[in-house]
């Protein structure tokens, strides 16, 4: 199992983790990105591929 973590300082809003995650592990919540289903999260590392501003880590737990 992988924790998926936003820096909500960092998040832009875009919204390109939520569109590109095959996963559907984000949702936005007040504008910022909310890994609410992070157990779906299979490491594919899309996200932080694709996030402008550097703001998901994932990490092995
Ligand atoms: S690593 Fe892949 S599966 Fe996990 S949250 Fe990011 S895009 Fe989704
Ligand atoms: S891709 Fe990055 S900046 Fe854009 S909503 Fe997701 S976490 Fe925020």
């Given at each position: 199992?992988?924790?998926?973590?936003?820096?909500?300082?960092?998040?832009?809003?875009?919204?390109?983790?939520?569109?590109?995650?095959?996963?559907?592990?984000?949702?936005?919540?007040?504008?910022?990105?909310?890994?609410?289903?992070?157990?779906?999260?299979?490491?594919?590392?899309?996200c932080?591929?694709?996030?402008?501003?550097e703001?998901?880590?994932?990490?092995?737990?």
């Amino acid at each position: 199992m992988y924790n998926v973590a936003v820096d909500d300082v960092k998040c832009e809003g875009c919204e390109e983790c939520v569109n590109i995650c095959p996963q559907e592990v984000f949702q936005m919540s007040d504008g910022k990105s909310d890994p609410a289903n992070l157990s779906e999260c299979v490491f594919c590392e899309s996200c932080v591929g694709v996030c402008p501003s550097e703001a998901i880590s994932i990490t092995e737990i």
